[in-house]
Structure formats: structure tokens, C-alpha cells
């Protein structure tokens, strides 16, 4: 079984879409002749040619709202947004649009619609690139939003999405993108949308993390495994909308502490929501406060700053061991 990146495993699953499914259609800001900008469509547009894989003006709205109407009359489009702070310039089509019209023709059309996009900090892009506004997409009913840590779960939630009769939204870290190699199938295989997995099992405290925040949760449990003897769960949730209720209890019951941790802001973030449902579903099994490890409530900063406000090991462990204090 290869070995693949990310970037590889996405165009992998694109490039087998594109040949199983003469429905599907790839577009976005240079994804054709120049493969996008991290190159993952690169090669799909000479093996399948300019109708099928297509370069658009850069107009997100216009990428999204032509990709809606193609959607309702039975395509499969798969748009990239180069970067996710530009897909606020498509909300409107996504919102209003794409994940309401299920709901406002009562059913008889459907949006098989997916948007791909990068996100997240690490690699130091220019303004505007990093900035995490994923908790922003996950208030709108009707959309789903994605976020794989790695290339095989990436291949696998790319294949779902397109299956899905509704919109979704998948978030590619961008620090993800080559740092990881992973054996991954080289047949067509779905991961369930809405589904969290543990990747690693404990009894203590239960981290919840996405994308790249996984391996920093996974960093921090070996720490403070090696420092205190805690066994620490750690909960990849991989899909932000919706949360996947039933794993996040069945965690916390289990151990009776939690960290919840992301990039973006703090204040209205995936975190929150995961404690609310914590709060709901897990009350009297919580043995501690839940804790948050969060980017601040601030702009993204300049590339030699941001270090200063990504979540890190140290972080996480510190706030592992300030639950099991308690």
C-alpha cells in the first residue's frame, strides 16, 4: 500500500471521482494548467481534459453560486477556494443558498455541492491566508463541515462528500498538506461524515482536537503520560458540523475530564460548542473543570509572531494537568 501526503491523497480521490463519475467536476482560482496552489489537482486537467477540470475567474461568489446551480441540476461539483478567510466573500451563496435549498423547496432539490479549501497556521503564508473562521461555517443548518488530520482520512471524507446529497465544506490544514505520509488505499473508500474516531485510547482526561491540532493533542498526551502517568484519550473529532455527540459522551463519561482544543479564535469556537455539549450530556460525570487551549480572541499575526499564538504541546499538557489537579 504507497505511502501518500495529503495533497497526494486528494488528488488521488479527485482523479478517481473524476473517472468513476462523469458527473463530477473540479474548478477554482488556477486549479487547472498550475494544479492549484499547493498542487492538489495537479496533472487532473490533462488527464481529463478543460470541461471537466477548469480554471475560474477570482470570484469567490461567483465560484460557489455557479457551483450551486450546477449542484441542483444533477452535477457533482467540487470547487476549491484557495484559502478559507476568502471563502467569507462566498457565505452568502453557501448560507443562503447551497444549504438552505433543501429546506426551501421542501425537498425536491438537493445540493451535492463540495468546496475544498485550505486553512490554519503554521507555514507562515501572508495576511488573510491563515485566519481561522471554520466555527463561522458551522452555524449555518445545512452545511457540512470537514476537517481531516491525516491523508488517509482526508481521501476518505473527500470520497463522502461528494457522495453526500447536501453541501459540505472540507478544511485542508495547510501544515498538513506534505509533513505527513500515510499508507493509504489506492481503491475508493469513504469516511462517515459526522463521525469522531479515537486515535488514542485512556482513562484519564479526553482531548478533543481536528486537523493539525491532533498531532499537537497527541504530542501533549506523551508528555504528560511521561511526566504525571496520565493516559490521556485523544479524539480526532474530524467533522466541526456536525459533532459527533455520541463519541464525545462516550469519552468523558469514560474518563470525567476533557481539553478541548483549535487554532481559530477562543469566543464562539468549535470548543465551546464541544463544552456545551460536555455540559449537557456529561455533567455529572465531569471529576473537573473542562479546559479550553485556544488561538486568542485577535487578528491572525504576522508570520515571526505566529508562534506566539498557536496552540503547542506545552499548552496542552499544561492543561491536561491542571484537570487531573482538581
Avoid: W
Avoid at 499547493?38 to 477548469?54: K, M, S
Avoid at 459540505?168 to 505520509?181: D, F, G, P
Avoid at 469513504?190 to 488514542?200: D, F, I, K, Y
Amino acid at each position: 500500500m504507497p505511502k501518500l501526503t495529503m495533497v497526494q491523497a486528494l488528488n488521488n480521490a479527485l482523479a478517481l471521482e473524476l473517472e468513476r463519475d462523469p458527473r463530477v467536476l473540479v474548478f477554482g482560482e488556477d486549479v487547472g494548467h498550475n494544479g492549484g496552489v499547493f498542487r492538489v489537482t495537479e496533472g487532473l486537467q490533462a488527464e481529463f481534459g478543460p470541461e471537466r477540470v477548469f480554471d475560474t475567474p477570482l470570484a469567490e461568489s461567483a465560484i460557489v453560486g455557479t457551483a450551486v446551480g450546477m449542484a441542483i441540476n444533477g452535477l457533482r461539483p467540487v470547487a476549491e477556494i484557495q484559502f478559507l478567510p476568502f471563502a467569507l466573500v462566498s457565505f452568502n451563496q453557501m448560507a443562503t443558498q447551497a444549504a438552505r435549498m433543501r429546506y426551501r423547496s421542501a425537498g425536491a432539490y438537493t445540493v451535492p455541492l463540495v468546496v475544498r479549501t485550505p486553512f490554519g497556521g503554521g507555514v507562515r503564508p501572508p495576511e488573510m491566508h491563515s485566519d481561522g473562521v471554520e466555527a463561522a461555517f458551522t452555524h449555518i443548518p445545512g452545511l457540512k463541515v470537514a476537517v481531516p488530520s491525516n491523508p488517509y482520512d482526508a481521501k476518505g471524507l473527500l470520497h463522502a462528500a461528494i457522495d453526500d446529497p447536501d453541501p459540505v465544506l472540507l478544511l485542508e490544514h495547510m501544515k498538513l498538506y506534505r509533513s505527513i505520509r500515510q499508507e493509504v488505499p489506492a481503491e475508493r473508500y469513504t469516511v462517515p461524515l459526522g463521525q469522531a474516531a479515537v486515535v488514542q485510547p485512556g482513562r484519564d482526561v479526553s482531548v478533543f482536537a481536528y486537523g493539525a491540532m491532533v498531532g499537537v493533542a497527541i504530542e501533549a498526551a506523551r508528555q504528560a503520560a511521561e511526566s504525571s502517568g496520565a493516559a490521556v484519550e485523544v479524539i480526532d473529532l474530524r467533522t466541526i458540523a456536525p459533532l459527533d455527540e455520541a463519541a464525545i459522551a462516550a469519552s468523558v463519561n469514560k474518563t470525567g475530564r476533557a481539553v478541548v482544543v483549535h487554532e481559530a479564535p477562543r469566543s464562539g469556537g468549535v470548543a465551546a460548542e464541544v463544552i456545551a455539549i460536555i455540559n449537557e450530556l456529561c455533567l455529572y460525570s465531569l471529576l473537573a473543570p473542562v479546559e479550553r487551549v485556544t488561538g486568542p480572541d485577535a487578528a491572525f499575526p504576522v508570520p515571526r509572531l505566529e508562534d506566539a499564538i498557536l496552540p503547542n504541546a506545552r499548552r496542552v499538557k499544561a492543561a491536561i494537568l491542571r484537570t487531573m489537579d482538581e
